[in-house]
Structure formats: C-alpha cells, structure tokens
C-alpha cells in the first residue's frame, strides 16, 4: 500500500511538459492504473485465502428432531 501511495505521488510531482513524465503523458496514465490494480488484487487474494480457511463446514448436517 505505502509503495502505492509513493507511486501515485510521484506521478503528481512531473514538471516536464511533454514526454513520458508529463502530466497527460504515459507514467500519469498507466502507471498509477496498473500499481492500484495489481495492488488491488493482492490484497483481494490475501483476503479470500484468510477468511476462506476460517470457514468450517460442519462434519454432518443438522437432522430436525420429531417430537
């Protein structure tokens, strides 16, 4: 997350006026993109392996009692 943040900041620090490191240049558009995906997707996988092991079936069904 914080080498995320890093990345997204650094985009908003280009003072070229064209080029890759310009404000509408490749770095402003891809690069933030594709750090916060990725980022995203780490995290959503981490996510589900954490709370998918914590969920436990039980070992047989609930059978109703007949009074």
């Not at 650094?10 to 490191?21: E, I, M, R, S």
């Not at 558009?29 to 995290?43: D, E, N, S």
Request: glycine share 10%; hydrophobic share 55%; charged share 10%.
């Amino acid at each position: 997350g914080v080498t995320a943040m890093v990345l997204l900041l650094l985009g908003t620090t280009t003072w070229a006026g064209d080029g890759f490191w310009a404000v509408d240049g490749g770095y402003a558009l891809f690069i933030p993109t594709l750090v916060m995906l990725v980022w995203l997707a780490v995290v959503s996988g981490f996510l589900v392996r954490r709370y998918s092991a914590a969920v436990t079936t039980p070992e047989q069904a609930a059978v109703p009692s007949r009074p």
